[in-house]
Nanobody
Framework: QVQLVESGGGLVQPGGSLRLSCAAS????????MGWYRQAPGNQRELVAR???????NYADSVKGRFNISRINAKNTVYLQMNSLKPEDTAVYYC??????????????WGQGTQVTVSS
């Protein structure tokens, strides 16, 4: 069984920073990519940032220059450093992993979500 556990959400003022963490654990053979998605009330879930196992990254246009995704492969952990936060960044942030589990094979796995609220 594979689990993704997120941490680091919370309430921050506009212009502030937060760092999200996500650790994957369980029967994992390999991880191709890890990323962060977000979903605000009334909106569809959208990609925020993604990082491949070789290190290449991609970001949503709305967060480029403000957010940075990084990963420690040996720890199956991904981080999202969020700077210059805006009220429109408020959402539930979900960790995602595209991985090969030892029993179930390749698939998409999701964390439970962590709330990020940007408000004065």
């Amino acid at each position: 069984q594979v689990q993704l556990v997120e941490s680091g959400g919370g309430l921050v003022q506009p212009g502030g920073s937060l760092r999200l963490s996500c650790a994957a654990s369980g029967s994992i053979f390999s991880i191709y990519a890890m990323g962060w998605y977000r979903q605000a009330p009334g909106n569809q879930r959208e990609l925020v940032a993604r990082i491949l196992n070789v290190g290449s990254t991609n970001y949503a246009d709305s967060v480029k220059g403000r957010f940075n995704i990084s990963r420690i492969n040996a720890k199956n952990t991904v981080y999202l450093q969020m700077n210059s936060l805006k009220p429109e960044d408020t959402a539930v942030y979900y960790c995602n992993a595209d991985l090969v589990a030892t029993i179930r094979g390749r698939g998409d796995y999701w964390g439970q979500g962590t709330q990020v609220t940007v408000s004065s």
